[in-house]
């Protein structure tokens, strides 16, 4: 007390951050006594109530979201509330001071200074969005999301693949094995859409849009990465307890998804007079191993394709400068290159590779490759693919792949130009770095080689980044202390506009 008593109110605020240590006492920094706490996040015995939803806005608006945390908590500990309690506990509440303390929830964003801002973002990370803050709201009085897994400094050696997942089976007792089925897994805005016209265009082969339909039995495993209206975190622990009453346990939990998936995909197949299914799911990136293990007879394939490319195509299709819309593909343009790489290391000959631009500049010759590993007759004219009628279905490319009627190469350097904006430059430099070299070699790019090309390109606006819209893009990627500090220092001559009046030298 008399230390801070000595203190400024920015210094207090600066203290409050950093922490400090004065005669013998100290105070945490900010995100260890956050550390502290996060060990309950997510447990089935804590309750996780946000104080805004606490206190509720003035007014009927504000006052129904207190209710519905209200109800809430109360179902959590069991106890029946009814309306008539329920306008006691709201008029309590407001008698307490509750509305003026809510007119002071927002009051750090005039406190705060700039630096400081930075700061906390620095250390705090995705431990902010992990509380639904910055990013968005948690649904109301739901348990907060934990964090996002942290990328980190070689991923390849320590970010498994199949996180959280417990072992596949070795012996199954079911007898569909997948042996009519062909995935096709990349990053979103790898493709994947126009090798699916193609191969749906095969006399053997059906296909739909994008199923998704194995990522929620699978991830029903998994004990982080699931939003329910329901408890998730309890959900699992039950199916833990039922999963133990099983003779074979999470085997005889597989084997039931294995026989599930195969009506499902037997069935959609039904009347097409064709005898594969070609499931188009990029996002099946997230659970590789477990399909190879799930459907031993069904082959993998693997689509590539440069990451900077696939970052160009993000930015200009899904996100433009909306950067919360950017925190929605973290994962497609950070997790998956980790996950595939790691993949393809781990299952190596199980998986099929197809490399984006060496497909589009010599179709023929790799659509020959291509059948002979999938076991069918090549037909060139699969790839007149506009011949043929799009896979029915809302996901996937809906713009580009119908531009054309057969594979085309022109686009294979248009994704210089989207890099040729300040912003989209210093995220792409943030995006290789994160990535890097490891990584970028298995999926058989060179991380300097696409560092250079990015670096040669002539820059479209001279000037510094602002500050303001660096924080936002840096926030929507979620990411942990350790990674923040790794890109600090591509973000400073950005800020400054040392960075853009280089690259604006080498075009003049």
């Not at 922490?19 to 060990?39: K, P, W, Y």
Request: overall charge neutral.
């Amino acid at each position: 007390p008399a230390f801070y008593a000595a203190c400024s109110s920015q210094e207090q605020l600066q203290t409050s951050i950093e922490g400090v240590e004065s005669n013998g006492s100290r105070l945490q920094a900010i995100h260890t006594q956050f550390d502290a706490m996060a060990a309950w996040i997510g447990h089935p015995n804590v309750y996780f109530v946000k104080l805004e939803d606490l206190v509720g806005a003035p007014g009927a608006r504000g006052n129904k979201k207190q209710a519905e945390t209200l109800r809430h908590i109360a179902a959590f500990l069991g106890i029946h509330l009814d309306d008539i309690m329920l306008d006691v506990l709201q008029e309590s509440l407001a008698a307490s001071g509750s509305p003026a303390l809510y007119e002071q929830i927002g009051s750090w964003k005039r406190a705060l200074t700039a630096p400081q801002l930075v700061r906390m973002q620095v250390l705090m990370g995705d431990r902010l969005l992990a509380l639904g803050y910055e990013a968005g709201s948690a649904p109301p009085n739901a348990q907060p999301k934990p964090a996002p897994a942290k990328l980190p400094e070689r991923p390849l050696q320590s970010s498994p693949v199949a996180q959280d997942v417990r072992p596949a089976p070795r012996h199954s007792t079911s007898t569909y094995q997948g042996e009519n089925l062909l995935f096709l897994i990349s990053q979103p805005r790898a493709g994947s859409t126009l090798m699916q016209r193609v191969l749906g265009s095969h006399e053997a082969i059906h296909a739909l849009a994008e199923p998704w339909v194995m990522l929620h039995p699978l991830y029903a495993r998994r004990s982080q990465g699931i939003q329910t209206n329901y408890d998730a975190n309890l959900a699992r622990a039950a199916l833990d307890d039922f999963v133990g009453a099983l003779p074979g346990g999470w085997e005889d939990y597989m084997d039931g998804i294995r026989a599930m998936a195969g009506v499902w995909y037997n069935k959609v197949l039904t009347g097409t007079g064709k005898p594969l299914f070609l499931d188009k799911t990029p996002r099946y990136y997230h659970i590789i191993p477990d399909l190879a293990a799930l459907f031993p007879a069904a082959k993998l394939m693997i689509q590539l394709r440069n990451p900077l490319a696939v970052l160009s195509s993000v930015l200009t299709t899904w996100v433009g400068k909306n950067w919360s819309r950017l925190s929605m593909h973290r994962d497609d343009i950070l997790l998956a290159p980790a996950r595939i790489a790691e993949a393809l290391h781990v299952l190596g000959d199980r998986l099929i590779t197809i490399r984006y631009e060496t497909f589009v500049q010599d179709p023929d010759a790799e659509m020959l490759k291509l059948c002979s590993a999938l076991g069918l007759r090549f037909n060139p004219e699969m790839l007149n693919y506009g011949a043929n009628p799009a896979p029915p279905g809302r996901m996937g490319d809906s713009i580009g792949v119908h531009q054309h009627n057969r594979p085309q190469s022109g686009s294979l350097d248009k994704w210089k130009n989207t890099f040729t904006n300040p912003t989209y430059r210093l995220l792409a430099e943030i995006v290789l770095t994160l990535t890097g070299p490891e990584i970028l070699s298995r999926l058989g790019y060179s991380f300097e080689g696409l560092y250079e090309q990015l670096l040669q390109l002539p820059m479209q606006d001279a000037g510094a980044v602002g500050r303001d819209q660096m924080i936002a893009m840096v926030a929507a990627l979620q990411l942990s202390p350790e990674n923040v500090e790794r890109i600090t220092p591509l973000m400073g001559p950005y800020l400054t506009g040392e960075q853009t009046a280089t690259h604006q030298s080498l075009s003049i």
